[in-house]
């Protein structure tokens, strides 16, 4: 079974920062792109950051770009985002996701999320 659990939101102010994980099980990351998405209320969901399953790289969406960064651990069982330098518009519910092959466009598993609020 797979399962992807994020933890680290909360609330915080503008200009800081916070670190979200996901703890995943049920799947290999060799197989599997993994990312971020991201659900700001009144609007759609939207890619955050990708770790590519063919060469590990990683890329971002435009307005997260040196604020954002995504890691893994060692032991390819858990995903990271750092996000520093946080905005308003960053407010939104947060997912890990796995996407099979080698691209985050369209996920195969999605976790419950974890809210993320940026007060002004």
């Known amino acids: 079974e797979v399962q992807l659990v994020e933890s680290g939101g909360g609330l915080v102010q503008a200009g800081g920062s916070l670190r979200l994980s996901c703890a995943t099980s049920g799947f290999t990351f060799d197989d599997y792109a993994i990312g971020w998405w991201r659900e700001a209320p009144g609007k759609e969901r939207e890619g955050v950051s990708c770790?590519?399953?063919?060469?590990?790289?990683?890329y971002y969406e435009d307005s997260v770009k040196g604020r954002f960064t995504m890691s893994t651990n060692s032991a390819k069982n858990a995903i990271y985002l750092q996000m520093n330098s946080l905005k308003p518009e960053d407010t939104a519910v947060y997912f890990c996701?796995?996407?099979?092959?080698?691209?985050?466009?369209?996920?195969?598993?999605w976790g419950q999320g974890t809210q993320v609020t940026v007060s002004s």
């Open positions: 996701i796995a996407a099979y092959g080698d691209d985050c466009i369209d996920p195969t598993f």
């Open positions: 770790i590519r399953s063919s060469d590990g790289s990683t």
